[in-house]
Structures are given as C-alpha cells and as structure tokens.
C-alpha cells in the first residue's frame, strides 16, 4: 500500500544535542510537509518540499531545518533542541501545492522527548 | 482572527448513535477546501473527508458526512452508528486560495461509550 513512514515513532534526545527525524513516501507525491504538534495543540506548519524548493514558513525557529534528498525522502534537523521542542512531529505528503482540492496525507508521527 | 474554531474540546455519544462535531471557520478567499482528519492516540492523523467551497452537494464518504453551510461558515463532521474505534480526536482543517499551509482548529474528542 502506498503510504507515508516516520522513523522513529519514539525519539528521545538530550537537551542541546542535534537529532534528525526521518520521512519517506510510496506516493510519489511532490509535496512533502513538516508539522509541530504539541500537546492538546492544533498541529502548526514548520516548512515545506514542492520537488526540492524549500518554503519556510516565517515563525519557524532557525533551530529547525529540513533536507530532501530524493521525492521518496524528506529529514527533519533540529540543531540544538529545547525542552520546548518536545512534540509529535508529524510529515504529510499531498501530489501539488496550492490548490484547496489537494488532500495531505500524514504520516503516523515522531513523538520527541527532550531530556 | 482564529481561521478554524472548533468550540467542543469533548464529546460523548452512545454507540450506535449518530454525533456532530462543529466546525466554524474564517476567510475572505471564494476558494477553499475544508478538511476533517481523526487522530487516534497513536497520533497519525486520518484523513476522513473533504468539502470544496464551490461543491454544490455535502460530501459523504460511508459513515462521515459533512453539514456545509456556507452562509454560516460551518462544516460541521457528522458521524452515524457511532463505533468503538471512533474514539480519538477530530481536527476540522482550512486550506485557502493557493496557500499551501493547512490551518487546524484545536480539536474535538470524541468518547464513544459501549
């Protein structure tokens, strides 16, 4: 079946040292998305892929960067992570940006754990 | 201006009953899609079912059929003969214009009681 994978589901890191969540697709989608969910919190956008243009989103920390390699691949870099970044962070995947028709589809999520 | 309020931070329904969950939303773009996702606690969102501004009919999809009001801005998640596995929570989503980003209300859980 064709779908989105996130490795690890779990992720424990210390305070300050980097760590690299990691997306892949079967869709061959040429969107693919980076949310922040924290806690009982609507899942906000840090940045996107359209092929390998990178779109940031303006209130996304510099502490947050991305990499795609390849249309099936897309990492997650946090440099120098917080207790604040403690979160779910959840990929998603849609075929074209920019039309409201287009579904995300989303991946199961990496829960991070700052210690 | 919250763009998706979604005013019922939890639910109760009896299984095998039907249950709405609201959503309201905010744009001044004719063009928009809305979206319900569910979100068990295992954490990956499902995508349930999706509503296009201009679609003329609610769209269904099996159990889930969205109640869309456009004059009063709501698409409202309707789900009938409520199951077990229904337990989790529902985000009702916005997509606008041409903008890529999706914007989420806070969510709704819903408990389905035996």
């Known amino acids: 079946d064709a779908m989105v994978i996130q490795n690890p589901r779990y992720q424990v890191t210390q305070f300050g040292k980097p760590v690299t969540l990691s997306c892949s697709q079967t869709?061959?989608?040429?969107?693919m998305y980076w949310y922040q969910q924290k806690s009982s919190q609507a899942p906000k956008l840090l940045f996107h892929?359209?092929?390998?243009?990178?779109?940031n989103e303006a209130d996304t920390p510099d502490n947050f960067q991305s990499r795609r390699p390849n249309t099936s691949f897309c990492f997650l870099d946090i440099r120098s992570p917080g207790l604040g970044d403690a979160a779910m962070y959840l990929c998603?995947?849609?075929?074209?940006?920019?039309?409201?028709?287009?579904?995300?589809?989303f991946g199961p999520g990496t829960r991070l754990l700052v210690l | 201006a919250q763009k998706i309020t979604q005013t019922q931070p939890g639910m109760f329904v009896q299984e095998k009953e039907a249950v709405t969950l609201d959503c309201t939303y905010d744009?001044?773009?004719?063009?928009?899609?809305l979206f319900w996702y569910k979100q068990p606690s295992s954490g990956e969102m499902i995508f349930l079912i999706y509503?296009?501004?201009?679609?003329?009919q609610n769209a269904t999809e099996g159990r889930y059929s969205l109640n869309f009001q456009k004059a009063r801005k709501s698409a409202n998640l309707v789900i009938s003969a409520s199951q077990l596995g229904d337990s989790a929570m529902y985000f009702c989503?916005?997509?606008?214009?041409?903008?890529?980003?999706?914007?989420f209300g806070t969510g709704t859980r819903l408990t389905v009681i035996p």
């Open positions: 998603a995947t849609s075929l074209t940006p920019g039309s409201v028709y287009e579904t995300q589809y």
């Open positions: 869709l061959n989608h040429n969107v």
């Open positions: 892929y359209y092929d390998k243009d990178f779109n």
């Open positions: 744009t001044s773009d004719p063009s928009y899609g």
């Open positions: 509503q296009g501004s201009y679609d003329q």
């Open positions: 989503a916005m997509r606008e214009g041409r903008a890529n980003n999706l914007f």
